[in-house]
């Protein structure tokens, strides 16, 4: 026990040390608190809109869903989330260039500068932010797990512990003290999940003969729908959609987009994207698998624990510990970006409504990070789902904004009547799905919900054009790029159809169609960089 809070205790101080180093003043400038003074580069913009992206859900969530599901649930994380590096390219780099030019520090503010309107900007904020905070108590709640797995902590005291680290380097620190702590701790994540899954398959002789045991026992958890039939083909197809709307419009991942040195630096990280995914998100899923061999028969929300409970039973105290930091790593460098970002557009978008404030320093936002804090350790208390469903609902909530963004980045003339009734329409229908007062069918409830939105957005606009009727685009320069209709291919082949229950043939202990999906991204990752090559200019 003393060797395991040792590791914990030193791993908490160096993240303070971090954040104390690279901290801000504490009278620092909205722009240099919230954005690092626009001057991030390549690697340290890549580790921290990976670190951010890949949170509690990504080391909890996914294991517990491969505990659940199999590696049905690996290309929907693995190649759905790496696919969406493709809006780095169609929105990240317009964000940033309109960012620049208008000094906006803020989703919401953007908005505004597109539309001109106060209420839509506020409407945006408020969709932000209530759909944000569901997402940042499953950092807390994990963490609970994960201490209470580790050292016996009870589950309150781990969320709080954990919440009150990450409070005291944002407060002080800001987004340069952010993006360090992610980019090490992004590092550390990497690392030590691939130690858990060496440790877990050398424990049962090696991963291949580990796979041959589960395969045995569970053939369910190697092909699709998976092992609880879920991931038929109209969820993954759903899956796909809802990471490609939904990931670029959570705040902290918007935000950074502001944040970049330059386009071009925008355009390397979309590059290492989707094979980090890949890596990333094959390694807690083939835990959570591997699980069943120590941990059989867990259901619901106790696989979400899967692998702080494994590494606790099959390794030392020193490396189940530092294991278990992967966990904290990923979660506390998302909620930190998290409150840092709600807190700018609180600051930056709702105060100056009240005619008292102009959002001139950065002190406000500092408060509200702490009353974000506090609402985040509440709804984590007692968490009424799984970590995937819980995120499944508040992305669905986040993914209504997107036509509001890219038709105001590209429309010619936008009306702030078309947005505010796409996202109250998008929401309401949402709404009626969460109640089950609407069936999905065969799909998530995005599919209806983006369809909707869309729908309602264009209709008002071509109705507010009057009599032309006509909707005209500022025609970008990727939409003549021949390599981002193969992406659309590439996209359509990540339906394979053709290898739907089946096992057969393994490689190295898990099944062909996983390669097939690694084959894509890397396709995809070729094809991006021809992309960004052909470009005539950075539009």
């Given at each position: 026990?003393?060797?395991?809070v ?16 690279a901290?801000t ?8 608190y919230?954005?690092?003074d ?6 340290v ?23 659940r599901?199999g590696?049905?649930f ?15 390219w169609?929105l990240?780099r317009?964000?940033w ?21 106060p209420?839509?900007s ?5 969709v ?6 569901p997402y940042?108590?499953?950092?807390p709640?994990a ?16 969320c ?20 360090w702590t992610d ?7 990497f ?14 002789g090696g ?13 369910e ?6 092992a ?18 939904c990931?670029p419009?959570?705040?902290q ?7 970049a ?6 355009a390397k990280?979309?590059?290492?994207y ?8 094959f ?7 591997l699980?069943h061999?120590s941990?059989?028969g867990?259901v ?13 039973l099959?390794?030392?105290?020193f490396?189940?510990?530092?294991v278990?930091?992967?966990?904290l790593?990923?979660?506390?460098s998302?909620?930190?970006s998290?409150?840092?970002?709600l ?12 005619g008292?404030f102009k959002?001139?320093?950065s ?8 009353c974000?804090?506090?609402?985040g ?32 980045l590209?429309?010619r003339?936008?009306?702030p ?7 109250f329409c998008g929401?309401?229908?949402m709404?009626?799905f969460?109640?089950k007062?609407?069936?999905a ?10 369809g909707?939105t869309?729908?309602?957005?264009l209709?008002?606009h071509?109705?507010?054009?009057g009599?032309?009727?006509?909707i ?10 021949r390599?981002?209709?193969?992406m ?10 053709w290898?739907w229950?089946?096992v ?36």
């Amino acid at each position: 026990m003393i060797v395991k809070v040792s590791v914990l205790i030193a791993y908490f101080f160096i993240i303070l040390i971090i954040g104390f180093i690279a901290r801000t003043r504490l009278k620092s400038s909205p722009e240099t608190y919230f954005l690092a003074d626009r001057k991030l580069g390549t690697l340290v913009l890549l580790g921290t809109m990976v670190a951010t992206n890949f949170s509690a859900f990504t080391v909890f969530g996914t294991s517990g869903a491969g505990y659940r599901d199999g590696y049905a649930f690996f290309p929907i994380m693995g190649f759905g989330t790496g696919f969406m590096a493709l809006t780095f390219w169609i929105l990240g780099r317009k964000i940033w260039e309109v960012g620049r030019k208008t000094n906006a520090v803020t989703p919401p503010e953007l908005v505004r500068k597109f539309y001109g309107s106060p209420l839509l900007s506020f409407v945006f904020s408020i969709v932000m932010i209530v759909f944000t905070i569901p997402y940042l108590a499953l950092q807390p709640m994990a963490a609970g797990y994960a201490l209470e797995a580790l050292v016996g902590l009870p589950y309150v005291y781990g969320c709080i512990l954990v919440t009150v680290i990450i409070l005291i380097y944002t407060l002080r620190g800001g987004l340069r003290a952010v993006a360090w702590t992610d980019l090490f701790q992004g590092v550390v994540m990497f690392f030590l999940l691939l130690a858990s899954l060496i440790l877990v398959a050398q424990h049962h002789g090696g991963f291949i003969e580990a796979n041959q045991k589960i395969l045995s026992i569970h053939p369910e958890l190697f092909s699709r729908p998976g092992a609880t039939g879920k991931y038929t083909y109209g969820i993954w197809f759903s899956f796909m959609l809802l990471w490609f709307f939904c990931d670029p419009m959570f705040p902290q991942l918007f935000q950074r987009f502001f944040s970049a040195k330059n386009q071009r630096t925008i355009a390397k990280t979309m590059l290492f994207y989707p094979l980090i995914c890949t890596v990333v998100f094959f390694l807690p899923i083939s835990v959570g698998v591997l699980g069943h061999l120590s941990f059989p028969g867990l259901v619901g929300k106790e696989a979400d624990k899967i692998l702080p409970m494994t590494m606790t039973l099959i390794s030392g105290d020193f490396m189940a510990a530092l294991v278990i930091a992967a966990g904290l790593a990923a979660l506390m460098s998302t909620m930190d970006s998290q409150l840092l970002t709600l807190s700018s557009i609180f600051t930056r978008d709702i105060l100056p409504l009240s005619g008292k404030f102009k959002g001139e320093t950065s002190l406000s936002g500092r408060i509200f990070v702490v009353c974000l804090s506090i609402a985040g350790l509440l709804l984590a208390y007692k968490p009424p789902a799984t970590i995937l469903q819980i995120a499944t609902q508040t992305f669905t909530g986040l993914a209504v904004l997107f036509p509001t963004v890219i038709f105001g980045l590209y429309l010619r003339k936008v009306f702030p009547l078309s947005a505010l009734l796409s996202i109250f329409c998008g929401e309401g229908i949402m709404l009626l799905f969460y109640f089950k007062l609407l069936s999905a069918g065969p799909f998530l409830p995005v599919v209806w919900v983006m369809g909707v939105t869309f729908a309602v957005y264009l209709t008002t606009h071509v109705a507010l054009l009057g009599s032309s009727g006509k909707i005209v685009f500022k025609l970008p320069g990727w939409l003549y790029n021949r390599y981002v209709y193969l992406m659309g291919a590439i996209f359509i082949l990540g339906m394979d159809f053709w290898a739907w229950d089946k096992v057969q043939p393994l490689i190295a202990g898990v099944p062909a169609w996983i390669g097939f999906f690694i084959f894509l991204s890397i396709a995809q990752t070729v094809g991006m960089i021809y992309m960004v090559r052909s470009a005539e200019n950075l539009d």
